[in-house]
């Protein structure tokens, strides 16, 4: 067995959940895929992949044994990259996981001057506000909006923070009135973002005191955009992240209630498997982040 072939098999058939697929990337024909997969297996002495006729899915053996391989590939390619002067530079596919809101709003414009930067890279960009696993997905990176980060294995890089506020259309709150305290929000139209993390109590602290609302929501919706177009039309009102409605707000679009009170902030950050023999592309792109949440 070609250890080193056989990985870069493992590695390319758990990224495209497919043995055809791998053997098309790779120039194998499917036999050779199988069989280095089943070398490997042997070797390591576990199921690394459920297989059917129809489907194939990794074992819990295989995932982490992919997360191992994939550090390890991408640490032998940064050597020869390091060796090669005309590969100093990064280079290769970086697939990255991001929020689709916070890209649109912050990110998106400024990525084809990231790619004119950098020639040899080329950027797989999935914008999804559901979370993903970075190492079952095959994704380098991903940026993710918490309250609160959970523990895990991954290494998270802060990016910024984003307070949010509560916010409805001039004419929703000339034909229902603004709410004085958080309580009063009960008898008011609210829009759910139905993926946030607080998407079912909204939390309110003023003078040492928490109150917490349960959201009655006769619209709720996966996209922090479609928030914002509610709004906009005086359906109703909602707790937004500040930078979708900054322009809104400025321009007398939306307005601002319970200035008052504090309510909760959301941060973001860039997370990826390890720090350890990070690869180029990922060094630059974090660069990227944080120079584009830096500015104002």
Partial sequence: MDRYTA???FRHVADLNSFAGAGRRLGLSPAAVSKNVAELEAHVGARLIHRTT???SLTAEGATYLEHVVRALDALSEADQSLCPVKKGPSGTLRVSAPMTVTLTRLSAAIPRFLSRHPAL??????????VDLIRDGFDLAIRGRDS????????RRLTAMPHVLCAAPAYFEAHGVPRVPADLQSHTCVRFSLSAHADTWEFSKDGRT????????????SSLAVRDAL???FGLSLMPRP??????RQGRLQVALQDWRTVETTLYAVYPSRQHLAPK???FLDFLAEEFDRP
């Fill in 54 to 56: 129809r489907r194939m």
């Fill in 7 to 9: 990985l870069q098999v």
């Fill in 149 to 156: 980060l959970e523990d895990s294995s991954m290494v998270a």
């Fill in 211 to 222: 109150e917490r609302v349960a959201v009655h929501a006769r619209y709720s919706v996966t």
């Fill in 244 to 249: 979708y409605v900054e322009d809104d707000l």
């Fill in 122 to 131: 080329t950027l797989d960009l999935h914008l999804d506000d559901r979370r």
């Fill in 232 to 234: 906009r039309e005086g």
């Fill in 282 to 284: 990922i060094r630059v």
